[in-house]
């Protein structure tokens, strides 16, 4: 294929936003939000808990509630007063002050979010993560401002820094995939991984399209143990997750997809080019690249954004054609009634015994746990489910 017809996928591109809201946080991360009714801290983030700030006073979006500060302002947090009264910690009126630290928060309302995923399987979250968190996974996966460090492999990313944990227990996206996949209870599916993409040799492979875990759609060999090819409408059985670490742009390498796929009820057709059959070695030279027309899309959006989709929409990695690392942090998230791709329990279970727990308020840690160990049930109480090395030498070795 001559050089000038590839790379025709349509650009789709989100811009950096010019603002932010604020989030309000207790001492122990719980979000404090208003109604109608009054004041409350609550352990999630929908529009009840979106604030905009002059620098001086919190105002409440929804319902254009003002609430002043305790001045000077200071990095730990400031107390805050409404109506003459202070407001406690549980967010009720009262004469005793609570310390509120206030944070970086979505530029958009999550109900705006949540329109734009349902009607769509995808929406982006434009520099959702707070700067400091950016900086530290670029120092972790050695690229952006770090590119000239190397991103340790043999180490588990949650193990290496907190800001992995943090944006696990990201609260807009966490709220959005609850509400998009109908249960409160989800998974991960996986610890999350860099995807770091190196600027493109010209042979190396590519990855085929395909549908993500729990569909695995278009990558040979495993779709018939998964999920059968099926229409549904409105029930989504997984969710991805990534983060832009870096800028996502066409020419660095940003996920393609075909949007709005994820309705089709079929994996990508063979002749994009689908999974497995990418990896074989010298599948490149031999059949080329897969799909990259225009009937293909390309997300562009700044770096510190999350990218959630339906996992069954059709994408594959971009090709970086500069010379800086793309980075990306992804996640599977799956319903609980769903079997995890791979032990979650395992590097959690490291994370707890790690200096690292001791950097996450008390909402993180019960995000975390929540969404990395899996339950059952037991007259006793709930079971925690883990790898048992007794039976899976059984089942390595059978006899
Ligand atoms: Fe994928």
Known sequence: MPKDEIFQETVTRVEK?????????????????????GFA??????????????GETYRHVGTDRVVETESPRSKDGSYLRHGGKWIASDGSLSDTAALFTPGHGPAHMPSEYLKTFRENGWVCLPSIVPPDLLEELERTSGTGRWE???FDRSIPPLLQTSAVAKIIA?????????QYMGVQDIRLGHSPGFAVLPKDDGKRNVQGWHSDFPYLWGIAGRTKDRIPVHQVEGFAMGVQRN?????????????????GSHAFGEGPPAEWGTGNANKEPGHREARGLPYTGPDADVVEAPPGSYIIYDSRTWHRAGVNRTPHKRAAMLQAVVPMYMMPFRDTSGPYKRFLHSPLIDEL?????RELESTMVSRMLSPDGPLAITVDDELTERIRFPE
Not at 17 to 27: A, I
Not at 170 to 178: A, I, Q
């Open 17 to 37: 936003p010019s603002s932010h809201y604020t989030l309000l946080r207790d001492p122990n991360g719980h979000f404090l939000g208003a109604t109608e009714d």
């Open 41 to 54: 801290t609550f352990d999630y983030v929908d529009d009840k808990a979106i604030w905009d700030t002059d």
């Open 148 to 150: 000239s460090g190397e």
């Open 170 to 178: 990201e609260p807009v996206t966490l709220w959005l995939m609850r």
């Open 243 to 259: 983060l832009c670490v870096s800028e996502f742009r066409k020419e660095n390498g940003a996920t393609c997809f075909k949007l």
């Open 361 to 365: 308020n008390e909402l993180e840690k």
